[in-house]
């Protein structure tokens, strides 16, 4: 890098002094001074440069941290994790913008977590394959396997994360003493993050988690486990605000979107949802006191052959929690087997099932331009709290059809609001 310094600026040529970068690394910062000569417009091409060079300064490989530098084996075999966890270590700490790069090959990461918040902005670049061991007992009861713990203005882009859980959902699935069971890449107290490109596949539970988290991006991504792995919910927020979900894919043996308890503000949009539980506002109820969720919008989303397509669930016990302000439109339906749910009565197992109301309170919800294919008759269901009535129901422009032979049914319980245009199957509300 130089920098072009004007003498006299009344004659020409100019004679001008340069000023350039030793040549030792450790001694950047110190400059050689040389005498040169040179015309108006070369001093015109030669500032452009340096201006640009200027520019990319904070951007230069020198704060790209390379995880293979630092020791990990692209070989799927060799333990990379205290590689990774270096290589994190010395991008946080660096001053101008960093890139944490994993490259082409597979990566073996055990549990791990990278710590913030970091001293510049920093981008965790993923052009390989990181595996999770394949003995599921190495976890323990951590209960993560890749854990972004109060990172800010950070970004996860691209790579593909393989948690190799086929292992674990025998186990589960045998009835065996069995570990707990891992998410696979969690986000805790986040602030100012993209999440872009990244692919999860064969997650022990979660494939994706935000909690307590602030304005974060996500878009692009694919959640990938079999339709009869249990539990494996695809994306999941709790306790966050400001979240986007765009453009992506979920197909999982569990809720494509699970959206808990404190969630404010969360879009969800261009999603493409199957298999799975579909998208699930719960369950909620869980504990007495409990924050609501508000401000949720599911627009413009394709459910294909999942149990449910957008469901609000809460147990049948008080609550103060709250459900208020969603709205469920655009979405297309392709056999699917409880397109519009509500269940205030929420026990899967149907054992032990509480046996009280549900204290939680669902208001100003609508359901707007949904339309497709149920996979059973009634394709919808409003079996709201005996207490705690749902109010402010919205059903607008609603077409769902069974088969040829057979119309749809709807079912209400203790829910009022109002019809919009036309509804099909006939609506069921409470004026």
Known sequence: MYLIVPVDSNNEPFMHYIYTHASNPKSKHKLKLTQLTMTKSQITVAILFTLLTFIDVSTSSSNVFNVVSFGAKPDGVTDSTAAFLKAWQAACVAAYSAT???????????????????????????????????????????????????????SLVGGTFDARASGFWACRKSGQNCPPGVRSITFNAAKDVVISGVKSMNSQMSHMTLKGCTNVAVRNIKLVAPGNSPNTDGFGVQSSTGITLTGSTVQTGDDCVSIGPGTRNFLISKLNCGPGHGVSIGSLAK???????????????????TTNGVRIKSWARASTGFVNKVFFQNLIMKNVQNPIIIDQNYCPTHQGCPTEHSGVKISQVTYRN????????????????????????????????????????????????????????????NK
């Open 370 to 429: 949904i339309q497709g294919t149920s996979a059973t008759q009634q394709a919808m269901n409003l079996a709201c709290s005996k207490t705690n009535p749902c109010t402010g129901i919205t059903l607008q422009d609603i077409k769902l059809t069974y088969n040829k032979g057979t119309p749809a049914t709807s079912y209400c319980f203790n829910a009022a609001g109002t019809n919009l245009g036309v509804i099909q199957p006939t609506s069921c509300l």
């Open 100 to 154: 944490v790069m994993v490259p082409a090959g597979t990566f073996l990461v055990k549990g791990i977590t990278f710590t913030g918040p970091c001293k510049s902005k920093l981008k965790f670049q993923v052009a390989g394959t990181v595996v999770a061991p394949a003995d599921y007992w190495a976890f323990g009861n951590s209960g993560y396997w890749i854990l972004f713990n109060r990172v800010s203005k950070m």
């Open 287 to 305: 504990t007495l006191n409990e924050d609501g969720v508000e401000n949720v919008t599911v627009s413009n989303s394709v459910f294909t052959g």
